[in-house]
T-cell receptor, first 115, second 116 residues
Framework: DAGVTQSPTHLIKTRGQQVTLRCSPK?????VSWYQQALGQGPQFIFQ???????QRGNFPDRFSGHQFPNYSSELNVNALLLGDSALYLC??????????????FGEGSWLTVV | DAKTTQPTSMDCAEGRAANLPCNHS???????VYWYRQIHSQGPQYIIH???NNETNEMASLIITEDRKSSTLILPHATLRDTAVYYC?????????????????FGTGTRLQVTL
């Protein structure tokens, strides 16, 4: 049973560029959430996708956007990158209709460095 | 979601029990207590969760006070591989047709250092 997979593992981008990160949820899960984790901080919720729609959003600018595909996989896009966007980006998968006993699973994350 | 308060850091000798406290004095009746840990540079790993009763699994035990205002995560025999940041999170227990319970609010957690 595949867990949550994310790609790429590491990447380096230049200020002003755009980046796309990818996530495949755990088999059987239909909801994907994205988190940003700056160094030394806990993960911060960016947004959540279910049925290919953004359902919840945290306090992030609209430079951060996402997409969910019919197979439940998801992408996180960040435009006009800033140095402060350097962080570990985590994908979490869950079931929409099975909280809270169902567990939320996280991927290993994508390390983004903006130079 | 209710907020949680955890000590910034703790030390534990290998082989001893690690007891990690968490205060969640504003928890609501429909909120669960969850524990995750994050080993350096990896994604958070689920440990255990509970509502009212104490819980135990292969990784840890969770003790929740009767008033539910605090809890303690117990790693019965800590090893060096348990060195990590441990997060205590309260999660709303929505039941149906909403994904709000899928959003986790992390604090800064407790950095547990297990030593020889």
């Amino acid at each position: 049973d595949a867990g949550v997979t994310q790609s790429p593992t590491h990447l380096i981008k230049t200020r002003g560029q755009q980046v796309t990160l990818r996530c495949s949820p755990k088999s059987g899960h239909d909801t994907v959430s994205w988190y940003q984790q700056a160094l030394g901080q806990g993960p911060q919720f960016i947004f959540q996708y279910y049925e290919e729609e953004e359902r919840q959003r945290g306090n992030f600018p609209d430079r951060f956007s996402g997409h969910q595909f019919p197979n439940y996989s998801s992408e996180l896009n960040v435009n006009a990158l800033l140095l402060g966007d350097s962080a570990l980006y985590l994908c979490a998968s869950s079931l929409w209709q099975a909280p809270p006993k169902d567990t939320i699973y996280f991927g290993e994350g994508s390390w983004l460095t903006v130079v | 979601d209710a907020k949680t308060t955890q000590p910034t850091s703790m030390d534990c000798a290998e082989g001893r029990a690690a007891n990690l406290p968490c205060n969640h004095s504003t928890i609501s009746g429909n909120e669960y207590v969850y524990w995750y840990r994050q080993i350096h540079s990896q994604g958070p790993q689920y440990i255990i969760h509970g509502l009212k009763n104490n819980e135990t699994n292969e990784m840890a035990s969770l003790i929740i006070t009767e008033d539910r205002k605090s809890s303690t995560l117990i790693l019965p025999h800590a090893t060096l591989r348990d060195t990590a940041v441990y997060y205590c999170i309260v999660r709303v227990a929505d039941n149906l047709y909403t994904g709000t319970a899928s959003k986790l609010t992390f604090g800064t957690g407790t950095r547990l250092q297990v030593t020889l």
